[in-house]
T-cell receptor
Framework: KAGVTQTPRYLIKTRGQQVTLSCSPISGHRSVSWYQQTPGQGLQFLFEYFSETQRNKGNFPGRFSGRQFSNSRSEMNVSTLELGDSALYLC?????????????FGPGTRLTVL | EDQVTQSPEALRLQEGESSSLNCSYTVSGLRGLFWYRQDPGKGPEFLFTLYSAGEEKEKERLKATLTKKESFLHITAPKPEDSATYLCAVQAGFGNEKLTFGTGTRLTIIP
C-alpha cells in the first residue's frame, strides 16, 4: 500500500506571496492532519480534517488554512508569507477505524520564504 | 495544556551499548502515546503506540514501555542504522486527533 504523498517536496517563495501544499493520504484513510516542524518549536499541530470538515485547529494565525476533498486528499494554504513560515510542513493520515488512530506521516514539503 | 518532555536531547552510544530514552508527559485523559523515528529531511516513521500504564511493545532492538507519567524507549545492542531522532507524542481526548510532540532525542550510534 502506498504511503502518504506530499507535493511539492520543496518550495521557495518570497515574503507576501501565498502557497498551496498538497497531501494524498494512504488509501482508505479518512483523517488528515497537518503539522509544522521548525528547529526552534519542533512539531506543532496545525489542523485536522475528517470527511471534508475541519475538526480541530492548532494555535496558528488565520493565514494558515486548509481543506479536504471528497477523496480525502487535502490541501493547505498559507497566505501573506512571512520569513518565520519557513519550515517543513508534514501531513499525516489516519484510518480512524476500530480504535486505530495511529497517524502515518508523509515526507513533508520544505518551504523556504525569502 | 498537554506537555511532553524528552531527555536527553542528544545521546551518543557505541555500537552494542544499550540505553534508554525518556519521555515525560502531562495530559488530561491520555488516549495514546506514540513513538516515532525521524531521519534527517524525512517525515516521522511510526514505531509504537501505547495506550495504558504497564503496556510494553517491542520491535527488533527497540522496546517501549509506559507508566502513568512517562514512557521509555529502550534500545538494546544498537547498530549505526539506529541513528536518528526519536520523537514521543501524546494524544488526548476522543474526537481530537492532535498529537503533542516532544522535541526529540537525537541518537547517534558510533561504529
Amino acid at each position: 500500500k502506498a504511503g502518504v504523498t506530499q507535493t511539492p517536496r520543496y518550495l521557495i517563495k518570497t515574503r507576501g506571496q501565498q502557497v498551496t501544499l498538497s497531501c494524498s493520504p494512504i488509501s482508505g484513510h479518512r483523517s488528515v492532519s497537518w503539522y509544522q516542524q521548525t528547529p526552534g518549536q519542533g512539531l506543532q499541530f496545525l489542523f485536522e480534517y475528517f470527511s471534508e470538515t475541519q475538526r480541530n485547529k492548532g494555535n496558528f494565525p488565520g493565514r494558515f488554512s486548509g481543506r479536504q476533498f471528497s477523496n480525502s486528499r487535502s490541501e493547505m494554504n498559507v497566505s501573506t508569507l512571512e520569513l518565520g513560515d519557513s519550515a517543513l510542513y508534514l501531513c499525516a493520515s489516519s484510518p480512524l477505524t476500530s480504535g486505530t488512530d495511529t497517524q502515518y506521516f508523509g515526507p513533508g514539503t520544505r518551504l523556504t520564504v525569502l | 495544556e498537554d506537555q511532553v518532555t524528552q531527555s536527553p536531547e542528544a545521546l551518543r552510544l557505541q555500537e552494542g551499548e544499550s540505553s534508554s530514552l525518556n519521555c515525560s508527559y502531562t495530559v488530561s485523559g491520555l488516549r495514546g502515546l506514540f513513538w516515532y523515528r525521524q531521519d534527517p529531511g524525512k517525515g516521522p516513521e511510526f514505531l509504537f503506540t501505547l495506550y495504558s500504564a504497564g503496556e510494553e511493545k517491542e520491535k527488533e532492538r527497540l522496546k517501549a514501555t509506559l507508566t502513568k507519567k512517562e514512557s521509555f524507549l529502550h534500545i538494546t545492542a544498537p547498530k549505526p542504522e539506529d541513528s536518528a531522532t526519536y520523537l514521543c507524542a501524546v494524544q488526548a481526548g476522543f474526537g481530537n486527533e492532535k498529537l503533542t510532540f516532544g522535541t526529540g532525542t537525537r541518537l547517534t550510534i558510533i561504529p
